[in-house]
């Protein structure tokens, strides 16, 4: 799923379709999770409200506040009363550390064993880029 800024709104939009593996809502949160990581949505600053995420990946407010409370669970971000939900500061450094650790219990042991079966050498990747 690729999400994009649009200039004239400041959301996002879903190009693509969901995947069929996991919930749409830890597909959002992850894409989000994605965007704290790069800086888009920095530390102290709001994030968009359920509405917003609603409209922008095409989805029920239901799921979209799904999406805000679990990631309010998580401590990534905090409910400021009438205002919206902010990322919390200090937990861009918790949190890609938690995502380095996913990344390499989950993700590069299939990565790994796929760039076997298709005999590619590390240092192949790194000289494609």
Known sequence: ?????????GLFKREGKWKDDQPIYRQIMDSIVASILDGSYPEGE????VR???QAYGVSTLTAAKVLQELARDGL????????????????????DTERKRFFEE????????????????????EKS
């Not at 971000?77 to 890609?96: D, W």
């Not at 993700?107 to 790194?126: G, V």
């Open 1 to 9: 799923m690729m999400v994009e800024s649009t200039p004239e709104s």
């Open 46 to 49: 709001l994030i968009p409200s």
């Open 107 to 126: 993700e590069w042991p299939e990565l790994r064993e796929r760039l076997k079966r298709m005999n590619i050498e590390l240092s192949e990747l790194t």
């Open 77 to 96: 971000i905090e409910k400021r009363r009438g205002i919206g939900f902010e990322v919390r500061a200090g937990h861009r450094k918790k949190l890609m």
């Open 52 to 54: 917003q995420l609603a």
